[in-house]
Each structure stands twice: as structure tokens, then as C-alpha cells.
């Protein structure tokens, strides 16, 4: 890649943090579901939230909540709101995935990086702290009055940065929370890490990499 960015933009959850949704549901609702049951119960959780977050904004607790209770619903079991706050409390606890640190930290030395996370402004610290690189600025939903994938959420990046598309590299594993609307807006250089959530999508122009690991490459460093 010959661009040289002002910024290097991320998704939080999923492509740096480990974001193990899935299996807070099956220590929850294994037992009672069949291999098949609990795999459906984990794309429909998935769904739901989506779902939620596409409405308008609200707290991240009540994005589980809510997407816990439609899944349970569809899945014939009965909802504990107790299972949906414990599950949220997990979110801050989850560090990163293996490859995150040293790819983070080599970036870091030459470019500034930006969090672009769907996350509560309490909740978002204990994350960062565990990536082992210094994150220049942190930008949550709860911040912007929106979530990934509005619109809004970006360009609350861009006003509180005073760039525009054409000054990031994004990065993210989700083409459905990122890489479709920074597309959208602008967003020419961008890099899709395959951890393997969703299928390539080629017309959104993007650079693939495995892991972060390989991203320092990308950039010609």
C-alpha cells in the first residue's frame, strides 16, 4: 500500500478484542440445547443484536438484554435477566485476540491508531488497557449517540478527529458494522481481517489479512 493514513482506525470488538458472546451463551444455555440448537441459538443472538443496535441509541446493557431475550424467545427458552447482566459484565474483561499486541505495537510507533468501538464509555477502558499498545484516541457509541453500522458513529470520528475519509486506513473483521458503511461514507482504504465471522465480500474494495499480525506489512513497515 503506497497511502500513507493520518489515521489507522479499528473496530474493537471481534477484530481486536476477543469478543466471546459465543460462548457466554453456551456456558449459559448449553445444557440445554442440542449441538445443532445451541449453534442456531448463537447466530440468532448474533442477529439480535445487530438488530438492536440498528435502532436508536440506547445503553450497551440493554442491547444485550434485549437481544438475549428475542433469541430465548425464538429458541423456546425461558429468559433470565440475571444471565443477560451477567453476560454484560463479561464484556470488560475479555482481552485480545493472540495476534493484536505485537501488530498493535508496531503501528503504533509510526502511526496514530483510533478505537472505533460500540461500547459504553465505563465499559471500553479495561479493553484497551489489555491491548499492550498505546491507543491514541477511543471513540465509543456511547460518545457518538450511535452505533456501528449508522453512519453517524463515523462521522463522529471524523468531526472529533477533524479528518475525513480520505485521511484513514479502517480496519475490522465485519463488513455488516464497518467496512459496508465506511465504504459509504468515503472510506477508500480499508483492511478486512478474516477471523472468519462473515464471508469476503469483494465489492467493498479492501486489503485481506489473517490477522493483525500481517497489517505493519500493509502499511510498508
Known amino acids: 500500500m503506497t497511502f500513507r493514513p493520518k489515521f489507522v482506525s479499528f473496530d474493537c470488538h471481534g477484530t481486536m478484542i476477543y469478543f466471546d458472546m459465543a460462548g457466554a451463551a453456551r456456558d449459559h444455555y448449553g445444557a440445554q440445547l442440542s449441538p445443532e440448537g445451541m449453534e442456531n441459538f448463537i ?54 485476540n493472540p495476534d493484536v499486541p505485537a501488530g498493535l505495537a508496531k503501528i503504533a510507533k ?36 450511535a452505533y456501528k453500522p449508522h453512519m453517524r458513529a463515523f462521522e463522529y470520528m471524523f468531526d472529533t478527529l477533524n479528518a475525513g475519509p480520505e485521511d484513514f486506513l479502517h480496519v475490522s473483521s465485519s463488513f455488516r458494522y464497518d467496512l459496508m458503511t465506511a465504504h459509504d461514507l468515503g472510506i477508500r482504504n480499508k483492511v478486512w481481517v478474516n477471523r472468519g465471522h462473515e464471508p469476503a465480500n469483494p465489492y467493498y474494495g479492501y486489503t485481506e489479512v489473517a490477522d493483525v499480525s500481517y497489517l505493519p506489512a500493509v502499511l510498508g513497515l
Open 43 to 96: 447466530r440468532d443472538f448474533s442477529a439480535y443484536r445487530l438488530d438492536e443496535v440498528l435502532q436508536d441509541w440506547k445503553p450497551y446493557a440493554e442491547i444485550v438484554h434485549n437481544a438475549l431475550e428475542r433469541t430465548c424467545k425464538r429458541n423456546g427458552l425461558a429468559f433470565d435477566p440475571a444471565v443477560a447482566e451477567e453476560i454484560y459484565n463479561r464484556v470488560p474483561t475479555w482481552g485480545p
Open 110 to 145: 509510526e502511526f496514530p491508531l483510533v478505537a472505533l468501538t460500540n461500547s459504553m464509555n465505563a465499559q471500553i477502558p479495561q479493553n484497551i488497557a489489555k491491548l499492550g499498545a498505546p491507543i491514541a484516541h477511543v471513540l465509543t457509541a456511547e460518545s457518538a449517540g
